[in-house]
């Protein structure tokens, strides 16, 4: 049980970290732009675009491991119902000191 709790701890806690680099590269991109001038000045594709990306790519691959995505969402099973106990099955039964 510790186990699996140490791991879903460490894919949250990649996750966020993940979510936050994302958005402070979307903030660049935002700030910057896509394309910025090389120092030869050509234009070329701003740094932030490509680890935009890749973070994207590794938050989606993250989320779909802990269920976040629909379809992992279908991947993921539960534990059948237990089946009744005789004390359950009791329950079911009238009250014969109530007659």
Do not use: W
């Not at 994207?56 to 993250?62: S, Y």
């Amino acid at each position: 049980m510790t186990f699996s709790l140490s791991v879903e701890a460490s894919s949250a806690c990649g996750l966020l970290r993940r979510v936050r680099a994302l958005s402070e590269a979307t903030e660049a991109i935002q700030k910057y732009g896509v394309m910025i001038k090389s120092p030869s000045g050509y234009p070329v594709q701003s740094p932030y675009v490509s680890l935009a990306n890749r973070q994207a790519e590794i938050t989606m691959r993250i989320a779909s491991e802990c269920g976040f995505t629909p379809a992992s969402r279908s991947r993921i099973s539960t534990h059948p119902k237990a089946e009744p106990t005789l004390f359950d099955r009791l329950e079911d039964y009238p009250d014969e000191a109530a007659s």
